[in-house]
């Protein structure tokens, strides 16, 4: 299969941004850098606008820990949306790409609280939203072309290759960015219920942060605006939404 060269991608793009409802724009896309999250702070980008790039060398996640260089396989994008909104793009992204996944990979594709987007046992896309001086940068990291994996995440991380999902990265840019807007539009109640659809925390055993102390427990409930509660020593625990789970696997 001949790759798309990255020339092609701001015309592709642009052209699928301005049909959306809201429209995006401008569209940027970098060659190369370190993190389009930190991209689109620099360039000081408006409200709409969406950063993407052929290689992403030192994309981050929640707790400031490292998303693996994606070469030219890996997606990495960053919406620009209204700070006010912050609170629930995490999840609107979330069940978007799991939404655009389901309807190209056989396996079951799971949400894990709050930001991790999972095959099994493997994490595929994460989302991080960082916001500042009245905007949010939302991130998106997604395996795409990946066929091998460094020993840290053997076994952690899965692509849409591996999955038997193959396609150019900016085909699939292109088919995810309605699919985000789309969910940005979904009503509360229904955007949770998607959500805990596809939950796939509950019943299982984490770790979560709060402040500097390490709490680990059975995850009981998961309401995925407000926070959880979690089994520990006999007794529920509820941890609010601001806690943050520490996850053995790179986020986006």
């Known amino acids: 299969m001949t790759r798309v060269t990255l020339d092609a991608w701001p015309e592709r793009l642009e052209a699928v941004a301005s049909t959306l409802d809201p429209p995006l724009g401008p569209v940027v896309v970098l060659e190369e850098t370190d993190s389009t999250q930190d991209a689109a702070r620099r360039l000081a980008l408006p409200v709409g606008a969406v950063v993407t790039t052929g290689r992403q060398r030192a994309g981050r996640g929640r707790l400031g820990r490292s998303w693996h260089d994606t070469g030219d396989e890996g997606l990495a994008v960053t919406l620009v949306r209204p700070e006010a909104e912050a609170s629930r793009l995490t999840l609107a992204y979330a069940v978007a790409v799991a939404r655009f996944l389901e309807t190209r990979v056989a396996d079951a594709v799971c949400l894990r609280w709050p930001n991790d987007v999972m095959v099994g046992a493997r994490k595929i896309a994460g989302i991080l939203i960082e916001c500042r001086d009245g905007v949010a940068h939302c ?16 076994g952690v991380a899965v692509s849409m290759r591996q999955l038997g999902a193959a396609g150019e990265r900016l085909d699939v840019l292109a088919e995810l960015l309605p699919t985000l807007v789309e969910a940005e539009r979904l009503p509360e109640g229904r955007l949770d219920d998607a959500f805990a659809a596809r939950d796939g925390l509950v019943g299982t055993t984490a770790s979560f942060r709060v402040g500097r102390e390490l709490i680990t427990g059975r995850v009981e409930r998961v309401e995925a605006r407000a926070g959880l509660r979690i089994r520990v020593d006999g007794r529920s625990v509820w941890l609010p939404a601001a806690t943050t789970r520490n996850a053995g696997g790179p986020d986006g």
């Open 139 to 154: 991130g998106i990291g997604l395996n795409v072309g990946q066929e091998s994996w460094p020993p840290a995440l053997a």
